[in-house]
Every structure is written in C-alpha cells, then in structure tokens.
C-alpha cells in the first residue's frame, strides 16, 4: 500500500517567512492533493497536481509535483496568521487517476508567531 | 455550491449504543467517501459510492460498519454496539467523476462529525 510522509511533522515560523513543507510517496505518484485543516474542522481544498513537473499557485501558496523523486513541496511566501493550521497531503497511487481512495501523510502543523 | 454537510457535528454517546451520520454532498456530485480520523493522524479512507452503489469498502470497515447512499443523494454511516476504539472524527467529501480530458476531479471535504465513545 502507499505511505506518505510528511516533513517536517512541525513547523513554526514568524510571519513574513517563507517556508517549505514537503510530501513524499512510497510509490509513483499519479496525482496528488494538497489540504488545509484547522483543528477539530474538515479539510479545506488547496490544490491538486496531476503531470510531473506540475506547478500551480494560489495566492502565496506554490505546490509542485515531482513524479520522478515521487515527491510534493508546497511553499508559502510570506506567511501570514491565517496560514496557521494542519497541511496535509493525500494521493492514489494507482494509475487511474479516479483517485477514488486518497491515502493521507500524517500531516505538518503549521504555526505563524506574529 | 452549498458544501458538503455532515450532520451531527458532535455525538457522544455510550458504549454499546448505535450511532448514525448523515451526509448530504455537493449537488450533482455523483461520488461520495466516507473517511475516518484520529488525533494526530490523517484521514483513512473507509468506503466510496459511485451514485448508489458502494465500490469500495477498506477493511477498517468492520462488520459493525454499514454506510448506505440510497437515493444515490445524501448518504449515512451508522455504527453499531459502538466501542471506545470508534472515538474520532467522521468525514464525508464528494466529488464529480473522473474525467482525464479536462482538470481532474477535486474531492471536496465536509466538516466532519466528531464522534466520542464513553
């Protein structure tokens, strides 16, 4: 079955930083999401990576796929308290993208110090 | 769109007893999951419905585990003689069919229903 790990598990950064989190499969990866959580809520949709050597960005967040290294980074630019929160990273390995049954990373908490 | 809808948002309820979530997806979205999580953990995936029929069930899904989605709408998950080892957060996301011609399918996420076990 597919792991994924997340790194770093924690993470806390003054406001105006930047900073990286990054997702790793133990299988090729053929898609993958990437998820905010605050706590005790459900999960917010950030973005979802489908070809290698994708990139997209959504206001200061930047998520890349490498299919290669079989790994995802996600990148903040100048952070802000509202980024605060659980990232986490989910994907189907199998190779038809239905991504019918997501296997998650155990998560990076993030936290924002003004 | 409304979002996806859990409802209840909270349920403590005694061991042994029988427990029932609802889920209404995001309209017209044919594909509905079930996800369970823990403190600390990400979410597991249980069981997906494609309209009506149940695809796919994970083995976390024991006997005691029944998830319907009848009218291929809104879908429930009941737990039944419920155990401590039950206690987390019950998710329902949704999402559209597949399709690789355009941007894939987002799996949208509803709020949850916390559920604790005493």
């Known amino acids: 079955s597919q792991e994924l790990e997340q790194s770093p598990q924690s993470l806390i950064v003054q406001e105006g930083k930047n900073l990286t989190i990054n997702c790793t499969s133990s299988k090729t990866l053929y898609g993958l999401y990437w998820y905010k959580q605050k706590y005790g809520e459900g999960l917010i949709f950030l973005m979802m990576?489908?070809?290698?050597?994708e990139e997209k960005s959504h206001e200061k967040i930047t998520a890349k796929l490498d299919e290669k290294k079989q790994q995802s980074s996600l990148h903040i630019t100048a952070s802000q308290p509202s980024h605060a929160g659980i990232y986490l990273c989910?994907?189907?390995?199998?190779?038809?993208?239905?991504?019918?049954?997501?296997?998650f990373g155990t998560g990076t908490r993030l936290t924002i110090i003004p | 769109d409304t979002g996806v809808s859990q409802d209840p948002r909270h349920k403590i309820t005694k061991r042994g007893q029988n427990v029932t979530f609802r889920c209404d997806p995001i309209s017209e979205h044919n594909r509905l999951y079930w996800y369970r999580q823990t403190l600390g953990q990400g979410p597991e995936f249980l069981t997906y419905?494609?309209?009506?029929?149940?695809?796919?069930k994970s083995r976390l899904l024991s006997d005691r585990f029944s998830a319907e989605r009848p009218k291929g709408s809104f879908s429930t998950l009941e737990i039944q003689r419920t155990e401590q080892g039950d206690s987390a957060m019950y998710l329902c996301?949704?999402?559209?069919?597949?399709?690789?011609?355009?941007?894939?399918?987002?799996?949208?996420f509803g709020e949850g229903s916390w559920l604790t076990v005493v």
């Open positions: 990576l489908q070809k290698g050597g």
């Open positions: 989910g994907a189907d390995g199998r190779t038809n993208f239905g991504n019918e049954k997501l296997t």
């Open positions: 996301a949704s999402s559209r069919l597949p399709d690789r011609d355009r941007a894939g399918n987002t799996i949208y």
């Open positions: 419905f494609q309209n009506e029929a149940q695809l796919e």
